[in-house]
Nanobody
Framework: QVQLVESGGGLVQPGGSLRLSCAAS????????MGWYRQTPGKQRELVAG???????YYGAFVKGRFTISRDNAKNTVALQMNSLKPEDTAVYYC?????????????WGQGTQVTVSS
């Protein structure tokens, strides 16, 4: 059993910063990719950022240099530093990790953390 627990969400004013963290616990094997998605009511979940086991990083087009993803393989954690936040960044943010289980990839998701950007 694998659990992902996010932390760091909250209310922030436009232009402010937040740092999200996600820690994996349980029967952890061969973590491959780690990433963050977000979702607002009535919309599909969208990619925010991802980081592969080799360290390559990719971001959603809307990020435009404002966010930075990082991972700590020793601690099985992934973080998302978000700067210059905008009201449209308001969403529930989910972390995800892909692990190789039984010879194939399996995606695990956290429960989500609310980020609200408002004055």
């Amino acid at each position: 059993q694998v659990q992902l627990v996010e932390s760091g969400g909250g209310l922030v004013q436009p232009g402010g910063s937040l740092r999200l963290s996600c820690a994996a616990s349980g029967s952890i094997f061969n973590i491959n990719g780690m990433g963050w998605y977000r979702q607002t009511p009535g919309k599909q979940r969208e990619l925010v950022a991802g980081i592969r086991s080799g360290g390559s990083i990719y971001y959603g087009a809307f990020v435009k240099g404002r966010f930075t993803i990082s991972r700590d393989n020793a601690k099985n954690t992934v973080a998302l530093q978000m700067n210059s936040l905008k009201p449209e960044d308001t969403a529930v943010y989910y972390c995800t990790m892909t692990m190789i289980v039984g010879g194939g990839p399996h995606d695990y998701w956290g429960q989500g953390t609310q980020v609200t950007v408002s004055s």
